[in-house]
């Protein structure tokens, strides 16, 4: 039996954030959810949504009152401000903490000091030792890459235009879970308290890369041509660092740097055949799921 039967979720506007509050609903948990600003009509009415300053410890307790587990699913641009709510759900007595982590590469211990990464370093540090003190105890969900991102967007491959830029031989591994998925697992992390508790977690449907996606979308359409081209990783990666190191924390830099280790396939451990799917109950692809899933994106 699950220990935890009410939940707040923050970050429930995002990408992610839908998908999760959607998979908490089903799962028929009371759910509550922290908002910057509660816009109209974004949620339905049975919600219990509730206005919050995400840098007032004082105003989080106050709407964490009475909340087993706090979610979140807050945005890459304000990691680090998870301490203030980690502060926020100790005080309120919370028994559960999900920080929003959710990447591919993101616990491997040789991004702990690159830009991006440091901070969810910092974040799952700060719940260990709060863990530590018996303060709370916590959940990091590893997923993957989005598999809506890796195929909607021209990440791996440009299904628009017929593109793709390999990145170093197109051969890089890369673990992925779609989003629903990552919110199943998050329901799974609730409901099977014991198992997961204090402990980093792995989920992923499917491990990618560019030649299998590849290979798959010419057989499936042997009359479209692809334009291929490469790209070193470790070129991406440092000219994203040389970016930052000048200043520049645009989106471009910062995609350079997320590419350059998410796209490295070992050399930061995006893919890992050892998963926790058994335990958060998501299920791996097959090949035919692969296959409609590419078909659905061929034009
Ligand atoms: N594995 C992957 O492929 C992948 C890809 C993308 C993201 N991620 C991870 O998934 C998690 C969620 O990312 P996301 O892309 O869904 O996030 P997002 O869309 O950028 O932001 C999520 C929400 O954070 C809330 N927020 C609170 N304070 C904010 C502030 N000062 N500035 C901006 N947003 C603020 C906003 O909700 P309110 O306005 O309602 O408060 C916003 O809708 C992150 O941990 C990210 O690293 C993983």
């Known amino acids: 039996m699950s220990e935890i039967k009410s939940v707040a979720i923050t970050g429930a506007s995002g990408n992610l954030g839908p998908h999760v509050l ?70 309120a007595g919370v028994k559960r903490f999900i920080p929003s982590d959710y990447g591919s590469c993101s616990t491997n211990p040789k991004l702990k ?14 719940l260990q030792d709060k863990a530590k003190a018996g303060n709370l105890a ?21 299904f628009e235009n017929h593109k793709a830029t390999l990145y170093d031989e197109g051969d890089n591994r890369i673990s992925s879970t779609s989003l629903s998925n990552v919110g199943n697992a998050i329901v799974a992390i609730l409901k099977n308290f014991e198992a997961t508790k204090n402990k980093i977690v792995h ?34 990666l440092k000219e994203g660092l040389d970016g930052v190191t000048a200043g520049d924390f645009s989106m471009p830099v910062i995609f350079k740097i997320l590419k350059g280790t998410a796209f490295a396939g070992d050399v930061y451990g995006s893919a890992y055949d050892e998963t926790d799917n058994d ?7 097959t090949e035919k799921d692969l296959e409609s899933l590419v078909a659905g994106k061929l034009t």
Not at 113 to 126: G, K, S
Request: charge should be negative.
């Open 22 to 91: 959607k998979a908490l609903i089903d799962a028929n948990f009371q759910v509550t959810v922290l908002t910057r600003s509660r816009k109209p009509g974004a949620y339905d009415a049975s919600i219990r949504v509730v206005e919050v300053d995400f840098t007032s410890v004082e105003s989080l307790t106050a709407a964490l009152n009475g909340i087993d587990g706090p979610v979140s699913t807050l945005g890459p641009a304000v990691t680090e401000s998870q301490t203030v709510l980690i502060d926020a759900a100790i005080a």
């Open 138 to 158: 916590w959940t990091v969900l590893v997923c993957g890459a989005f598999l809506e991102f890796l195929l909607d967007m021209p990440m791996m491959l440009d």
């Open 113 to 126: 000091d690159h830009p991006i990464y440091a901070q969810m370093f910092t974040v799952r540090q700060y």
């Open 279 to 285: 335990l958060l109950g998501v299920k791996e692809l």
């Open 203 to 236: 989920t992923s449907q499917v491990i990618l890369t560019q030649n299998k996606l590849l290979r798959i979308a010419e057989r499936l359409r042997p009359d479209i041509k692809w334009e291929t081209s490469k790209v070193q990783t470790s070129a991406i």
